[in-house]
């Protein structure tokens, strides 16, 4: 039953995904594998009832919550006759329509080439099909070969140019002195432009889409007369893709070179347990978890649990929990300076900047050894 309350969410986060995306899911299908089909990810006859569903309701998209490998999509496509998208691309494809600065076009171009990559020869066997397959074989293979040629190059190119930005960056970032920098950090969609622009008094773009920040931005806050760098960086999420990690290697440095990490968590979302989880694994693949950290659990305005059976407190069963009692669980235990906030209607601010201005000013203090 828990495993299935897990699927659930899954599934809600990729329909959001695929909303931000632009499409409208009209259907979910599910399957219990030990593990999953090599050569079609699901099993055969999964994939004749998708089939049939498709067809009757002249689906356009079928839409995978894993990354597939090229084989594998390239086999679905053949069988289903509809076109196939994994988490990846479609994050990629989300991230395509949001990037901003030519800084962002370039991180997400270069992330969409590695993806294409592997996966050229599916296009290839679409087209043959296409054109009635026979006799294509030669010139496709020499036709996939140039392709591979051009992205090949272009990747170096884009990688050089993403080079030469992260050199002007990091050099930006050190002529920033001994400011001490604050980056919010956090699941995507739980608030962190909110709280910066409430913070820093701001416009940063936020929207309830997934990804609306790809870019970062840095601004100067003062709180009680310290002032501190805030940065607002791109949203974490299950599953980011590989890609995107590596090219979105400059904005994740504003987080592996920041001194405090505020990590923002939408307590209001059913999986923030998942996302905060989500959130410190990718914080220790960029080797970014050792550094100081406040907990801010936003969203209180919204907060509303139910709670079904006194001692469990998996996410649909919490209900009726007061957020006076949440507190009092594992999150008590928190070795991390912790605060509950609505960065909406500000509720409990005064609070939040007290907890930041004491951990600025700690490590202000340890930089500056005034007296000794
Ligand atoms: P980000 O992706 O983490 O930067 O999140 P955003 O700042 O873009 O916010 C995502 C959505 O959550 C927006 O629709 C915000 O209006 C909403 N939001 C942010 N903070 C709060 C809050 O404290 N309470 C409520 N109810 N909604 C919030």
């Known amino acids: 039953n828990q495993d299935e309350e897990k699927l659930t969410e899954y599934l809600d986060e990729l329909e959001f995904l695929a909303f931000t995306a632009g499409a409208t899911v009209q259907k979910r299908f599910t399957q219990k594998l030990t593990q999953p089909d090599s050569k079609t990810f699901i099993g055969s006859g999964k994939a004749i009832e998708i089939k049939e569903y498709v067809k009757e309701n002249e689906i356009g998209t079928v839409i995978f919550d894993d990354e597939l490998s090229p084989s594998q999509l390239k086999n679905l496509e053949r069988d289903m006759e509809v076109k196939i998208l994994d988490r990846t691309n479609l994050i990629l494809d989300i991230f395509a329509q949001r990037a901003q600065t030519s800084y962002a076009r370039t991180q997400v171009e ?122 607002d960086t791109v949203g974490f999420i299950r599953k980011l893709p590989t890609q995107l990690v590596e090219s979105f290697k400059s ?90 906030i609505s960065a909406l209607t500000k509720e409990n601010f005064p609070e939040m900047k007290k907890m930041i201005y004491d951990e600025v000013m700690k490590i202000h203090i340890s930089r500056f050894p005034y007296n000794d």
Request: cysteine-free; proline content about 3%; glycine content about 4%.
């Open 110 to 231: 270069l992330a969409q080439y590695q993806y294409l990559l592997p996966r050229l020869t599916r296009m290839w066997t679409h087209l043959e099909r296409q054109k009635g397959g026979i006799g294509m074989r030669g010139p496709g293979e020499t036709e996939i070969e140039t392709d591979r040629r051009i992205i090949r190059d272009r990747i170096t190119l884009l990688k050089e140019k993403l080079k030469t930005i992260d050199k002007q960056m990091a050099t930006q970032r050190n002529n920033r002195g001994k400011v001490v920098r604050a980056a919010l950090v956090g699941y995507t969609n739980v608030g962190k432009s909110t709280l910066m622009n409430s913070i820093s008094k701001s416009e940063v773009f936020a929207e309830n889409k997934l990804f609306a920040t790809l870019d970062t931005t840095v601004r100067k806050v003062v709180i009680g007369n310290l002032p501190f760098l805030l940065t």
């Open 251 to 340: 904005t994740l440095d504003e987080v592996r070179e920041a001194d405090l990490l505020i990590h923002v968590v939408d307590i209001s979302h059913e999986s923030f347990e998942d996302h905060i989880e989500s959130v410190n694994h990718i914080l220790m693949e960029i080797n970014a978890h050792q550094k100081p950290m406040i907990m801010v659990f936003n969203k209180i305005d919204d907060f509303s649990y139910e709670k079904k059976d006194e001692d469990d407190l998996t996410p649909s069963t919490r209900k009726n929990i007061s957020l006076e009692e949440w507190k009092k669980t594992w999150m008590a235990k928190s070795k991390y300076p912790t605060v509950f």
